[in-house]
């Protein structure tokens, strides 16, 4: 049982990776095809330009690697860390995608720090974005908006990232954080997405995922406790 039970955490890994590698694979590729044309066009600015963003690229996908990878480790070190900065981080890393998906994102973020490892909550925010992004093309929403605030609340952080993507059927916003349940085509998910970022909050960082959704509108909200971030 305990062998299982390492391989079902190391399956669910890998399954993760694999679904936020797609992506970055998707956009690495074209960038590497636009390179090839500024090459033969002899366009050194845009050859030195998405050399850069490959690099980014490729650096993004290594730090999946390691985020997921520390994530099953016992004595991670944990510091204090902005959430503001996080949040920006997992915006800047998803540019691109945002922009060509004519995606508009707004923010309105508090100065809050907390306890924890930066990158494992810009994760969360990427696949919560990235989530945004699919439903806005399963349910062909025209005007996309997304919008991510930042609060203090009752002693815990609080971010909230809302879109108008159509919402969430009632009966799946109970299921939407079990392992493997996807309303995706099997191409495009792997349902593990929210599974591990819930799992990032509760045993990453000793917090919460939730999601509410109405009248077309989802919000999920993060919440982190700020009990502890005194001591260091």
Known sequence: MFWQSRLASLGEMLANIAHQWRQPLTELNLTIFNMKKATFSDDKDEV???????????????????????????????????????????????EKQI?????????????????????????????????????FVQN????????????????????????????????????????????KHASQGTGLGLFMSKMICEKGMHGSLDVQSKKNITTFSIRIPMEHIDEQ
């Open 140 to 183: 062909s929403i025209l005007i996309r908006e997304i919008s991510i605030t930042t609060k203090v609340e009752n002693g815990d952080a609080v971010v909230e990232v809302q879109d108008n993507a159509g919402g969430i059927k009632q009966k799946s916003t109970y299921k939407v954080f079990e392992p493997y349940f996807t309303t």
């Open 99 to 135: 922009t060509s998906e004519m995606i508009s994102v707004k923010t309105d973020l508090r100065e809050i720090k907390v306890l924890g490892i930066s990158n494992e909550l810009t994760q969360v925010i990427i696949n919560l974005i990235k989530n945004s992004s699919d439903a």
């Open 48 to 94: 030195q330009k998405l050399y850069g963003e490959s690099k980014d690229i490729i650096k993004n996908m290594s730090n999946t690697i390691d985020d997921f990878t520390n994530f099953f480790k016992p004595d991670k070190a944990k510091e204090k860390f902005s959430v503001s900065d996080s949040v920006n981080e997992a915006i800047s890393l998803l």
